[in-house]
C-alpha cells in the first residue's frame, strides 16, 4: 500500500542552548521556542502554519535536520527542500553558482543542466547570473528561490515567510507555482507570519502560539479563530491588560521550572569530555562541603550573628500598594514633555510602574509623577519581540546613521568623556543627552552612554519585510533593541 504520508513531526520540543557557561555545563537552556508540536503532512498537501518568524525559523531548522531537537522527532523518507529569504541576503557565491549548488542536491547532472538552460530563459536569471546573492533585493532573492523550486526534483518544498518578499504580480506567480506543486502531489510547508497566504494558498491550518499548537484543522475555521483572537488582542487598552492577556500561553513556554522534559543534550557533537562527568552532582557536593566546613569555623569560634532585640521585632511589610508595583521601562515619545519642572528629553528611557487609568507613573531620579500613555511608548525587555539584526535594519534608518553606524556604535556603553574626545560637534549636552550636529541624539544616565535615536526611513517597506502590523516596532537584537517611533519617524537603538 503506498504511503501517502511525506514527512511526520511528533512532538517536537526544542530550546535554544544557553549563552553562559555555567548554565552550558548545567544542561540548561536559554528559551523554550517549540513544545510538544506534532504535524503529519501528505502528498498534495498544503500545510499552511502561522506563527512570528523567530518560532518559525526554529521550527524550518528542525524539519529539516539542521538543529537537534530536546524532544521528539522528524519522520521521513522524502527529499526536502527548504527555502528563506534571510538565509541567502548574506552569501557572497553568484547567483549561477549557487543554483547549480543547490540543484545538483535534488537532480543528476543531465538534469541539472536542462533546469539551468530553462531558468536562464528568465529574465532575472540572464540579468543576474553572476551577480552575488547579497547584492540581489529581498524580492529579488524571492523571486530566484520561487523558480528554483519550480525545477527541482524534490518530494517537499518549505517556503518560510516567502509571501511578504513579494508584490502583487509575484504573488499570483507563487499562487500558480504551490498549486502546480499540489497537482504534482507535492508535499508543501508554508510558513508565514501573516494569515493571508494561508488563507488564499493552504488547505489545511496549523497555528503557533508561543511555541505550542493553538489551532490544528481546517483553514476556514482557523482563521475565523485567528481573527477573534487578533480582534481580543487589539482591545488591549494598558500594560496590565497586556501583561495578563493569553496568560497561561505564556507560562507554559516560560515557566521553565514547571516544565515536565528534563532539558538534556541529546546530541554527541554537542557533549564533550567535561559531559561525561555529572556536573551536577560535583557542584552540589562542593557546595555542601563548603558550607560543612563554614559551620564548623563558626561553631568552633563561638560566632552568633543573632541579635537579642531580632527575635521581639515584628517584620517589616512593604505597603499594600508597594507589594503591587510592577515595574517596566517607558520611552518617551513626546518633544514637549516636561515632569515637575524638568524637561525629558526625546527617546528618553524612563522607568515606569503599573499604569492608573490609562497613564504612566514614572518612578525614577527622584520623580514620582503620572503620564499621559499617549506620551510614553511601553516597553518590557522580557516581551518576545521579533528578532533580527541592526545590519538587517539599516536599509529602513536615514544615511545618517546607517552609513557610518559602526563610528556612532561605539560610543554605547561607555563614559561621556570618551563621546567628547571623539566627537566635537556636539552642539548641545545635558545630563541627560547629548545632541550632534547632525539629527542623532545620545541618551546618557549616570554619565554612561545608553542609548542612540536617529531618524528613520522606508518605514512602510519595513513594515512589509518584517510583517510588522503595528505603526510602533520594537525588535529584539543580539546584542540590543530597536524601537520605533512611527509618528514621529524616528529609531531608538539600546545596546546592552
Not at 374 to 389: D, G, K, Q, V
Request: charged residues 30%; negative net charge.
Amino acid at each position: 500500500m503506498e504511503n501517502i504520508i511525506l514527512l511526520r513531526a511528533l512532538e517536537l520540543t526544542y530550546a535554544k542552548e544557553a549563552s553562559k557557561f555555567i548554565d552550558r555545563m548545567l544542561g540548561r537552556s536559554e528559551g523554550l521556542i517549540l513544545k510538544d508540536v506534532t504535524f503529519h503532512l501528505y502528498k498534495g498537501e498544503v500545510l499552511g502554519i502561522l506563527s512570528d518568524y523567530r518560532t518559525l525559523h526554529y521550527l524550518k531548522e528542525v524539519v529539516n535536520g539542521t538543529l537537534d531537537l530536546k524532544k521528539g522527532k522528524v519522520k521521513t523518507a522524502s527529499s526536502m527542500l527548504s527555502l528563506d529569504v534571510l538565509d541567502h541576503v548574506d552569501n557572497p557565491h553568484p547567483l549561477d553558482i549557487f543554483t547549480r549548488e543547490l540543484l545538483e542536491e535534488f537532480m543528476d547532472v543531465e538534469g541539472v543542466r536542462k533546469a539551468e538552460e530553462r531558468l536562464l530563459e528568465l529574465p532575472l536569471f540572464r540579468k543576474h547570473q553572476y551577480t552575488a546573492m547579497n547584492n540581489l533585493t529581498r524580492r529579488e532573492l524571492a523571486l530566484v528561490l520561487l523558480e528554483i523550486s519550480k525545477q527541482a526534483n524534490t518530494d517537499i518544498v518549505i517556503y518560510c515567510n516567502m509571501y511578504h518578499h513579494l508584490d502583487k504580480q509575484d504573488k499570483e506567480v507563487f499562487k500558480e507555482t504551490i498549486n502546480a506543486l499540489e497537482a504534482a502531489e507535492k508535499g508543501v510547508l508554508l510558513l508565514e507570519s501573516g494569515i493571508e497566504p494561508i488563507q488564499t494558498l493552504a488547505n489545511y491550518f496549523l497555528w503557533l502560539s508561543y511555541g505550542q499548537i493553538r489551532y490544528d484543522g481546517s483553514v476556514r475555521e482557523g482563521v475565523l479563530e485567528y481573527g477573534a483572537y487578533e480582534k481580543k488582542k487589539s482591545q488591549i487598552k494598558n500594560m496590565g491588560e497586556e501583561a495578563q492577556f493569553d496568560i497561561e500561553w505564556k507560562r507554559n513556554i516560560e515557566d521553565y521550572g514547571r516544565y515536565e522534559h528534563g532539558f538534556k543534550r541529546m546530541s554527541r557533537n554537542q557533549s564533550g569530555l567535561i559531559d561525561q562527568f555529572n556536573v551536577q552532582k560535583i557542584i552540589i557536593s562542593v557546595v555542601l562541603l563548603f558550607v560543612m566546613f563554614m559551620s564548623s569555623i563558626i561553631i568552633f569560634m563561638d560566632i552568633s550573628f543573632t541579635d537579642s532585640r531580632a527575635a521581639t521585632e515584628e517584620p517589616v511589610a512593604l505597603p499594600e500598594d508597594e507589594e503591587s508595583e510592577r515595574f517596566a521601562y517607558g520611552i518617551n515619545t513626546d518633544p514637549d514633555l516636561e515632569l515637575e519642572g524638568e524637561s525629558i528629553p526625546y527617546m528618553y528611557l524612563l522607568e515606569i510602574s503599573s499604569d492608573r487609568e490609562g497613564d504612566y507613573r514614572i518612578v525614577e531620579d527622584g520623580l514620582d509623577v503620572e503620564v499621559d500613555a499617549s506620551s510614553i511608548l511601553y516597553f518590557n525587555p522580557a516581551s518576545l519581540y521579533p528578532e533580527t539584526t541592526l545590519v538587517e535594519l539599516l536599509p529602513y534608518t536615514a544615511d545618517t546613521f546607517g552609513g557610518s553606524y559602526l563610528f556612532y556604535k561605539k560610543f554605547l556603553n561607555g563614559g561621556v568623556s570618551l563621546l567628547n574626545d571623539e566627537v566635537d560637534t556636539i552642539t548641545e549636552q545635558t545630563d541627560r543627552y547629548a545632541r550632534l550636529g547632525v539629527p542623532i541624539t545620545y541618551h546618557i544616565k549616570d554619565d554612561v552612554v545608553f542609548s542612540v535615536s536617529f531618524p528613520a526611513e522606508n518605514i512602510e517597506e519595513m513594515y512589509k519585510e518584517f510583517g510588522v502590523t503595528e505603526e510602533d516596532a520594537i525588535f529584539r537584537l543580539p546584542e540590543g533593541y530597536m524601537i520605533l517611533d512611527a509618528s514621529n519617524e524616528t529609531w531608538l537603538y539600546i545596546n546592552r
